[in-house]
Nanobody, 126 residues
């Protein structure tokens, strides 16, 4: 069992930055592919970014490419999402997710993830 706890959300003006963190329990964190998803009010949860277990492979949704960066520190059991140049349309609850997928790549679909955090609210004002 893996428990994920997100932090770092908040209210920021458009153009600003936030750094989300996701702390994971368990000794096998370094073997999990990790991802970030978000869900805005009235919309479905959508993929934001993913990273392989080693951190060597990353993938981003087109809407955040060039503005967001996903990274991980396996020694700290933590994955991060650095969000720059934030826009009002980035407003959502952001979720961290872990996949027990054992390959070298990343996962991008909701059903490919096995564990989810409770989410952290990000609000970007115009």
């Amino acid at each position: 069992q893996v428990q994920l706890v997100e932090s770092g959300g908040g209210l920021v003006q458009a153009g600003g930055s936030l750094r989300l963190s996701c702390a994971a329990s368990g000794r096998t964190f370094s073997s999990y592919a990790m991802g970030w998803f978000r869900q805005a009010p009235g919309k479905e949860r959508e993929f934001v970014a993913a990273i392989s277990w080693s951190g060597g492979n990353t993938y981003y949704a087109d809407s955040v490419k060039g503005r967001f960066t996903i990274s991980r520190d396996n020694a700290k059991n933590t994955v991060y999402l650095q969000m720059n140049s934030l826009k009002p349309e980035d407003t959502a609850v952001y979720y961290c997710a872990a996949s027990i997928y054992g390959g070298l790549g990343y996962r991008v679909l909701l059903y490919e993830y096995d564990y989810w955090g409770q989410g952290t609210q990000v609000t970007v004002s115009s």
